[in-house]
Structure formats: structure tokens, C-alpha cells
């Protein structure tokens, strides 16, 4: 009798520690934070297999994604639960303005694709062979959504970073010179950047006379700036951080967009 209870003890802890092992291995919940994330926000065991580049925004509602496929850029928008996002407030003339900038930010595009089914977008590239960062600057109705950078590439070159703060902010393109004066380059301070265009008067472009786009070095932080007033290229930001940014200035002339690029320390 002792000798059935003892081996039925043993048999017990066995079934009991097998058990713990399998739920300890196998269990549902999984707080790994290293662990790959997949579109709709669930872990992932699979690294490296994802098709589409994704922007991985805890504060957003909206995931876009983007993939390279013969000469264009799709981009995807979908919800937290894997549906297509195709609810968007017209933003500056506009449903999705896309920016694209080399890592070495020295490449900027400025993109409009066009919704071809819901929650897809897709434009023609002509981008040359390197490594990128796209911006998807878009306004969900009824969704929080932050612009964060989706890193993708075209061919297996890599691009280095290596910005030098400009001397001179005064910059030419298009026959046009264009100075930037900035009220300050402080930290965490209101600055007004003003545009001196040298007595020309730029063109509407949509929907505002100018429009400003800031990554800091690193191409992470993405700040979008429209004019103050209607009739005059004077806009205000804030910076964060202290460090190296980049500085896109579109205006219109003649019917044609020009780009004029500074680079700024904020002290």
C-alpha cells in the first residue's frame, strides 16, 4: 500500500512539473520587449520576414506601411485591429502628403500618392538606389495618429550621415535666393523662422504660401511647419532637444516648387 502511494505521488509531481515547464514556455501572455511587433500591434516569433516596411507608433491608432514593387511606393493604412484606414481629412489640398528623405538627409521629396482602394495609396519613384526614410503626414478623422519614420531602401547602398551646420543661411535655387532668419536657435524656445525671398513674391502652393519640413540628425523627429499668416513666409516651432536639424523651405515660383535646404544647430 505504502509502495502505490509513494508511486502515485511521484507520478503527480510529474504531471504538475511538466505542466509548470509548458506554461512556462508556451503561455499566452508574454512581456518580452525585444520581441518583433506585427501590423496590428500582436508579438511576433518571426524576425526579418515582414514584406512591408512599418511604422511601429504605440501613440497611434493608424499603422501605415510601405513597400517598394516595380517603380513605386505603396503605402498601407491600416487600424490597431488590421482594417484599412480611408477616413482622412483633406489636409492642405491634400489626403496624404508623403515625405521622403535619404538617411544621410541630403535626397527630399515632397509626395502626393493617390488612394487607388481603401487604405491603399500608391505613387510612381523615380528615387535612386540608397536608403530612405519616409513620413506619412496624414489626418485620420476620429483616430490619434503621430508621424513617426518608416525606414525603407532602394537596392543595398546605405547612405551615411554626415550634416555640417551652414555658415551662411542664405540659399539659391530656381534663380531665386531665399535667407532664413531665425529668431533664435535655442532649446525650448518659440522661434520665428523668417523668410527673406528677396523681394519676390512666391506662388500659393497648397493651399499656403510656403510650407517647412524639420528632421533632427538622426531623421526621427519630423516637424511639419505651415506660415503664421496668410501673406507672410514667417513660421514658428519649437525644438525639444538640443542637437543638428534640417531644414526644407518649399516656395512656388513661376509655376514650379523649389527647395531650399539649411542646416541649423539648436543650442
Do not use: C, R
Request: glycine share 8%.
Amino acid at each position: 500500500m505504502k509502495k502505490w502511494a509513494v508511486s502515485a505521488l511521484v507520478y503527480l509531481l510529474i504531471i504538475v512539473g511538466g505542466y509548470y515547464v509548458y506554461a512556462s514556455s508556451y503561455g499566452t501572455e508574454s512581456h518580452d520587449e525585444n520581441m518583433p511587433v506585427n501590423d496590428n500591434g500582436a508579438k511576433s516569433h518571426e524576425q526579418g520576414h515582414e514584406e512591408n516596411n512599418v511604422n511601429h507608433n504605440g501613440d497611434s491608432e493608424v499603422i501605415p506601411s510601405l513597400k517598394v514593387h516595380n517603380g513605386e511606393l505603396i503605402i498601407t493604412l491600416n487600424d490597431l485591429d488590421g482594417n484599412p484606414v480611408s477616413d482622412l481629412e483633406v489636409n492642405h489640398e491634400k489626403l496624404m502628403h508623403l515625405i521622403v528623405v535619404s538617411t544621410d538627409l541630403k535626397g527630399y521629396k515632397h509626395l502626393h500618392p493617390q488612394m487607388v482602394e481603401p487604405g491603399v495609396f500608391k505613387i510612381s519613384h523615380s528615387l535612386p538606389v540608397g536608403e530612405y526614410k519616409a513620413f506619412v503626414d496624414i489626418k485620420p478623422i476620429g483616430k490619434e495618429y503621430e508621424t513617426a519614420p518608416i525606414p525603407f531602401m532602394t537596392g543595398e547602398v546605405h547612405n551615411e550621415n554626415s550634416l555640417i551646420v551652414d555658415s551662411e543661411l542664405t540659399k539659391e535655387a530656381g534663380g531665386h535666393t531665399v535667407k532664413l532668419i531665425p529668431s533664435s536657435l535655442k532649446v525650448n524656445e518659440e522661434i520665428q523662422l523668417t523668410f527673406d525671398l528677396t523681394g519676390n513674391t512666391p506662388e500659393p502652393y497648397l493651399g499656403a504660401l510656403g510650407h517647412v519640413v524639420i528632421l533632427d540628425q538622426k531623421g526621427k523627429n519630423y516637424i511639419h511647419v505651415h506660415p503664421l499668416a496668410g501673406n507672410e513666409p514667417v513660421f514658428a516651432t519649437k525644438f525639444s532637444e538640443p542637437g543638428i536639424y534640417k531644414i526644407w523651405a518649399e516656395f512656388k515660383f513661376n509655376g514650379e516648387v523649389f527647395v531650399y535646404p539649411y542646416v541649423v544647430e539648436i543650442k
